[in-house]
């Protein structure tokens, strides 16, 4: 059972900057994208983020600028870099990943902005 970890959400002020990272337990075959999600409160779970095999990246308008996804080195890993923090980043990150024979999701990490 693959498990992806995620790690380096918490409390930062507005105008701050936070790294998520996200590891899988173990090598991810055929691996095509790895994601990152958030769910604020009473809100339903968006597409923060998403990098693919070959590099390419997309980002939801609102982050645009701002914040930057990328994979480590060990190709199982994706790291999040949210700088210019606003309230409204607050929620729940999680990571994704899809492969051509499944998708995985982390338990998420707490990500709170304050004003």
């Known amino acids: 059972q693959v498990q992806l970890v995620e790690s380096g959400g918490g409390l930062v002020q507005a105008g701050g900057s936070l790294r998520l990272s996200c590891a899988a337990s173990?090598?991810?075959?055929?691996?095509?994208?790895m994601a990152w999600y958030r769910q604020a409160p009473g809100k339903q779970r968006e597409l923060v983020a998403s990098?693919?095999?070959?590099?390419?990246?997309t980002y939801v308008e609102s982050v645009k600028g701002r914040f930057s996804i990328s994979r480590g080195n060990a190709k199982n890993t994706v790291y999040l870099q949210m700088n210019s923090l606003k309230p409204e980043d607050t929620g729940v990150y999680y990571c994704?990943?899809?492969?051509?024979?499944?998708?995985?999701w982390g338990q998420g990490t707490q990500v709170t902005v304050s004003s």
């Open positions: 990098i693919v095999s070959d590099g390419s990246t």
């Open positions: 994704n990943a899809l492969t051509s024979a499944a998708t995985y």
């Open positions: 173990r090598t991810l075959y055929s691996l095509n994208t």
